[in-house]
């Protein structure tokens, strides 16, 4: 069904900046909520940033001002630009959906396999 595939990973130095995409296939997003989890090594996976259909946002506190969620859904791609990127941000980074709005972090169902961010010091 739905299939999701991440990209933009990579290392940076911490104030870096990456931008991670995520191609959607199998689906139109249009009807679906877009979200970016991360995990970290000896960590449960984690709800970062969410966006509805009408463009509404939702970001976890520790990434609130310097990363920014948002979606293309003519070219069914979801993006995530992530800003002055700090050591605490190293993770594998998830995009993911659910069908219908976000409302909850356990809605999501479809993943993608992962990108990884490593933020040196």
Request: with cysteine; proline share 2%.
């Amino acid at each position: 069904q739905v299939q999701l595939a991440e990209s933009g990973g990579g290392s940076v130095q911490a104030g870096g900046s990456l931008r991670l995409t995520c191609d959607v296939s199998g689906d139109s997003i249009r009807t679906y909520c877009m979200g970016w989890f991360r995990q970290a090594p000896g960590k449960e996976r984690e709800g970062v940033a969410s966006i509805d259909h009408d463009g509404t946002t939702n970001y976890a506190g520790s990434v609130k001002g310097r990363f920014a969620i948002s979606r293309d859904n003519a070219k069914n791609i979801l993006y995530f630009q992530l800003n002055t990127l700090k050591p605490g941000d190293t993770a594998m980074y998830y995009c993911a959906a659910a069908w219908g709005w976000c409302e909850t972090w356990s809605k999501f169902a479809y993943w993608g396999q992962g990108t990884q961010v490593t933020v040196s010091s």
